[in-house]
């Protein structure tokens, strides 16, 4: 065990641009306010830095409504990172906006390159022994294959699960707290594709908290989930409660807003 998948010395984060306004969405809530997300995102990045490591906050960009959920546009491993081809025509520019700053940190970079191979961020959850990828509407089964190829050299193992239908990503419904530990929605933890894990679920009603972060030693869990941040401290976590009201009109958590690895020394 090396705590890969949730010690790390270094996170990317990119600030929200004025055009968040008109990021993608599921279900039109309302535009989201750029102030608030400001306050919010600030908040996010100190308690990353709180606990020792450092953070890059790269400059926006307005070009991608979407870009502050950097998470979709890489895949950070140990032996090096994955740039991704993210399946959202209007995001699809944003992985070769993130790889210049993966090769400044990282020795080696390798990029998702099939005409037709889509894969996101935010459809792999890393664990300690394996790397699981959630077919979506955004993440198909040749950038699935694609990853698995990619990473074979560096002993990684590619298990493809299944995004529940109506549910943006993988990691919407599902976050790791730690080696043995899995943060779920009940819908989810019911495919069984945790078998090999300990499970803690959502409360009922309480779906948008399971995109949570394992960061160092704390949990950062979106604000508003009163029943579920209680079983996360009974289970003993270090929780943070961080506002998320305005990513979460954009389908965005905790885990969208940043890439979070520990460079090869
Ligand atoms: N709004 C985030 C996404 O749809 O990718």
Redesign the pocket.
């Known amino acids: 065990m090396t705590d890969r998948s949730f010690r790390f010395s270094h996170a990317i984060t990119r600030k929200p641009a004025r055009s968040i306004t008109e ?4 279900v039109d809530t309302g535009a989201p306010d750029l102030a608030r997300m400001q306050a919010h995102h600030a908040d996010y990045i100190a308690t990353l830095r709180s606990t020792g490591a450092t953070v890059v906050e790269l400059d926006a960009l307005p070009a991608y409504p ?1 870009s502050v ?1 950097v998470e ?1 546009t890489a895949l950070c491993l140990p032996a090096g990172a994955i740039v991704m081809r ?1 399946g ?1 025509p209007s ?1 699809l520019g944003e992985a070769a906006e993130m790889a210049p700053h993966l090769e400044t940190l990282y020795g080696e970079v390798r990029r998702i390159t099939g005409a037709d191979s889509f894969i ?1 961020g ?1 459809d792999i959850l890393m664990t300690e022994t394996e790397i699981l990828v959630g077919r979506s509407a ?1 993440t198909n089964a040749a950038g699935i294959a694609e990853l698995a190829r990619l990473t074979a050299d560096w002993g990684e193992v590619v298990r493809e699960v299944h995004t529940p239908p109506g549910v ?2 993988f990691k919407t419904d599902c976050s790791l707290l730690d080696a043995e530990t899995i943060l779920s929605t009940p819908r989810l933890s019911a495919s069984g594709c945790f078998a090999s894990y300990r499970v803690i679920d959502v409360a009922e009603g309480e779906e948008a908290a399971a995109n949570t972060i394992r960061f160092n030693d704390l949990v950062l869990m979106p604000a508003g989930f009163p029943r579920t941040r209680d079983r996360l401290l009974a289970a003993g976590f270090d929780l943070r409660e961080i506002g998320n009201s305005e990513c979460a009109k ?3 958590g905790m885990s ?1 807003l940043s890439l979070r690895f520990t460079p090869r020394g």
Request: charged share 35%; aromatic share 6%.
């Open positions: 990021g993608l969405r599921a979407d959920f979709d993210p959202a995001r996101e935010g955004r943006l990503h954009l389908d965005g969208c």
